[in-house]
């Protein structure tokens, strides 16, 4: 019996949902807002919250780290320090906000809107 297991695994196997979350979080840096399945973006939170924090100071040792989690994706990386860490260098935490949206009709999933305070 698993106890107080933090990772949500959404379905998938260990590389596969690597690379979900690593390209919903290169959807949501460059568009500012995406709409997925609730579970993806409460899994998705954790893992963009971490970037940004990391991201608010500008070093070449973070822009390095950020860039490998982010699997090599410069565009993303870039937009993430010019643009998104600059606006929060005075929060705290919380750089994202979940809206729950109505139920997908096709299946019956809950769906939700995340974004950027």
């Known amino acids: 019996m698993k106890h107080a297991s933090k990772i949500k695994k959404l379905g998938r196997k260990k590389n596969v949902r690597e690379a979900l979350i690593t390209s919903l979080a290169e959807a949501l840096i460059l568009e500012k807002k995406i709409t997925t399945t ?29 860039a490998s989690r982010l699997k090599g994706r410069d565009e993303a990386v870039k937009i993430l320090f010019t643009e998104i860490a600059p606006t929060h260098k005075e929060r705290s935490g919380g750089y994202t906000r979940i809206l729950k949206l109505p139920m997908r009709q096709s299946d019956a999933s809950p769906m939700a809107i995340i974004e950027f305070v």
Not at 44 to 61: G, N, S, W
């Open 38 to 66: 609730e579970a993806k973006a409460k899994a998705l939170r954790p893992f963009i919250e971490k970037l940004v924090t990391k991201a608010k100071e500008d070093t070449v040792q973070n822009r390095r780290l950020i």
